[in-house]
């Protein structure tokens, strides 16, 4: 049995007599005096919801990255096979561009220059990565290689649960899409979390266990690993941990992709190169002011 305090059973004793007082008061009601009431109640206007509406929903420039990415980009890359339960494109196009958007938010860890649209943006050091269109088509190519084709088992966080990697059902779907690193790298970027003091590294908050769960947060962490990449080495090997390509392997990967044919040695020439292949394809046409 619970005891009550002095306090405690004050306001039981208040509550309860404030309970027993509406249910007298409820009880004198008139059938009059509840028709009353029933037609004020019907003749006051319900008053409509308040909420701030998100501030991304309705910038243009970000509605307009967004409808390239999905409409001109993404919705020409070959979809997963059947077999593989997708991500809708125009998520991963949403959530990829509103990244890049906001990436001179993230703590004032790259260069900042505003342009002439009065935007502040994140320099590369490389004038071809400087452009919000060609950053977004470059983390969404680095998502479609990296997440099997945005598959949804790799997206949802199903391919690092333990019990879902266990169920001999889920063999079939992995052995198509891969296991995440033994379960280990999280969302359609494949991160692994990161862990320790922001002061260490801004990738320690960034990348956390958190972040990298969620898509969006996930592409936040995602494109500062790429700056930091191409900003090191000017390719993506920091992003997808091999040695900087060789160049007969970047010529043979280079020639696969063009044709189909041969070896794709190198990841991280597979998706520079095939963001920069979408980039010559499908031109993006900012909105006029």
Request: proline share 7%.
């Amino acid at each position: 049995m619970v005891k009550l305090g002095p306090m405690k059973k004050l306001i039981a004793l208040s509550a309860l007599a404030c309970a027993c007082g509406s249910a007298r008061a409820a009880d004198e009601i008139t059938s009059e005096s509840k028709t009353s009431i029933a037609a004020t109640a019907a003749e006051a206007p319900i008053p409509p919801l308040q909420f701030e509406p998100d501030p991304d929903s309705t910038d243009p420039y970000l509605l307009n990255l967004a409808s390239y990415l999905d409409d001109e980009v993404i919705g020409h890359w070959t979809a997963a096979v059947k077999q593989v339960p997708a991500v809708d494109p125009a998520d991963v196009a949403w959530d990829v561009a509103r990244a890049v958007v906001h990436e001179a938010d993230d703590g004032g860890h790259c260069a900042v220059a505003k342009g002439s649209d009065g935007r502040r943006r994140c320099l590369w050091g490389i004038p071809e990565w400087n452009a919000d269109h060609a950053k977004a088509v470059l983390l969404a190519a680095v998502g479609y290689w990296e997440g099997a084709r945005y598959a949804r088992n790799v997206d949802d966080g199903s391919c690092n649960d333990p019990v879902w990697r266990a169920d001999p059902a889920n063999a079939p779907l992995m052995h198509i899409t891969g296991n995440c690193d033994g379960g280990r790298a999280h969302s359609i970027f494949q991160i692994w979390p990161r862990k320790g003091p922001a002061s260490e590294s801004p990738l320690n908050v960034a990348c956390d266990k958190d972040a990298v769960a969620v898509r969006y947060t996930a592409a936040r962490c995602a494109l500062q690993i790429l700056r930091m990449s191409m900003m090191q080495s000017g390719d993506l090997t920091a992003y997808t941990g091999e040695q900087p390509p060789a160049s007969s392997w970047k010529e043979e990967t280079m020639r696969a992709l063009d044709t189909g044919e041969g070896s794709w040695k190198q990841k991280a020439t597979v998706r520079l190169e095939f963001a920069r292949k979408a980039l010559r394809k499908h031109p993006f046409h900012p909105l006029q002011p």
